[in-house]
Nanobody, 130 residues
Framework: QVQPVESGGGSVQTGGSLTLSCRIS????????MGWFRQGSDQKRVGVAV???????VYAEFVKGRFTISKDHAKDIMILRMDNLQPEDAGMYYC????????????????????????WGQGTQVNVSS
């Protein structure tokens, strides 16, 4: 059974940093498409960043220059480094993955489309205080 498990959430002050990790049981991260999504107080889940199968990242505009998505192939985990966190970044962060590959040029990837992803974790909470 493929099951993503997130870790690394917590509480920080504005301007602080956090690093989230995602490990997926029953799944090798290499050559697969994975991403991070956030659900805020409005309960809407939005794309934050996706790492295509060729390890090329796609970011939401509101995190460009502050967040970095990557894979640690040696540890078989996906990482989201979040710097200069702002109160509007707070929410539940979910790791998601697909059973196949993807390319960064695909419209679903450019649009960080949640419908493209089949496997979802339970989420890790990020709080940012002003």
């Amino acid at each position: 059974q493929v099951q993503p498990v997130e870790s690394g959430g917590g509480s920080v002050q504005t301007g602080g940093s956090l690093t989230l990790s995602c490990r997926i049981s029953g799944y090798r991260i290499s050559s697969h498409c994975m991403g991070w999504f956030r659900q805020g107080s409005d309960q809407k889940r939005v794309g934050v960043a996706v790492l295509a199968s060729n390890d090329v990242p796609v970011y939401a505009e509101f995190v460009k220059g502050r967040f970095t998505i990557s894979k640690d192939h040696a540890k078989d985990i996906m990482i989201l480094r979040m710097d200069n966190l702002q109160p509007e970044d707070a929410g539940m962060y979910y790791c998601a993955a697909t059973p196949g590959y993807c390319l960064p040029s695909w419209p679903a990837i450019q649009g960080l489309d949640i419908k493209f992803f089949d496997f979802w974790g339970q989420g890790t909470q990020v709080n940012v205080s002003s």
